[in-house]
């Protein structure tokens, strides 16, 4: 079985400050993992994504996660906060083959002037 | 079209009514997923469809829930008798790829239909 665990259900960071959202995840197979955001009244689209490749993915808008197969981690990080990242942001599990993704139940980033 | 799209973008409904919400992927995705996204919480996995077929309908939280999907496009999920736990954002995804790849796909979402049960 596969879940994701997010640490924070709120984040608050000063703008321009360091942005670091934590994902924990638990998979017994070798996992897929991505980060999605969702805008004010907006859907979800992807962030990033890490399949197997790269240990750490860039994504867009400045983000980066690190998978960390020791930590059971792929936190997202991002060096510089700007208002427009205030969102909520999930992280999602699946497998290779799997279509079920389990995601996590979300981190809201608000972001001070 | 240019994105997935869902109908009706909010739907409020009395308790013991039934309600369809409907899905347009992306053309040319062949995998579709639909979620629940409850007040506070994460995603609830539904279904998934590749193409026209479902081969796992054990996230449906009951059997009022169905869903299903036609000419491996659009797909309309069907609420009978609606309860009031019944009221969040129903979300429906695409992917462009077969089940092989499906693990690694990108999911373009669409907005959501808001569905409120009183």
């Known amino acids: 079985a596969q879940s994701v665990t997010q640490l924070g259900s709120h984040v608050s960071v000063s703008e321009g400050a360091l942005v670091l959202l934590r994902c924990n995840y638990s998979s017994s197979v070798p996992p897929y993992l991505f980060w999605y955001v969702q805008y004010p009244n907006q859907g979800l689209q992807l962030l990033l994504k890490?399949?197997?490749?790269?240990?750490l993915v860039k994504g867009i808008n400045g983000f980066e996660a690190e998978f960390k197969k020791s930590e059971t981690s792929f936190h997202l990080t991002k060096p510089s906060a700007h208002m427009s990242d205030a969102a909520e942001y999930f992280c999602a599990v699946t497998r290779d083959g799997g279509f079920k993704t389990i995601f996590g139940a979300g981190t809201r980033l608000f972001v001070k002037a | 079209g240019a994105g997935v799209s869902q109908s009706p973008s909010n739907k409020v409904t009395e308790k013991g009514k039934d309600v369809e919400l409907r899905c347009d992927p992306i053309?040319?995705?062949?995998?579709l997923y639909w979620y629940r996204q409850s007040l506070g919480q994460g995603l609830e996995f539904l279904i998934y469809?590749?193409?026209?077929?479902?081969?796992?309908k054990s996230g449906l939280p009951s059997d009022r829930f169905s869903a299903e999907r036609t000419g491996g496009s659009v797909s309309t999920l069907t609420i009978q008798r609606t309860q009031q736990e019944d009221s969040a954002v129903y979300l429906c995804a695409s992917s462009r790829s077969s089940q092989a790849g499906v693990g690694t796909d990108t999911q373009y979402f669409g907005p959501g239909t808001r569905l409120t049960v009183l």
């Open positions: 053309s040319g995705h062949t995998a």
């Open positions: 469809f590749q193409g026209n077929s479902a081969p796992d």
């Open positions: 890490y399949t197997s490749a790269a240990t």
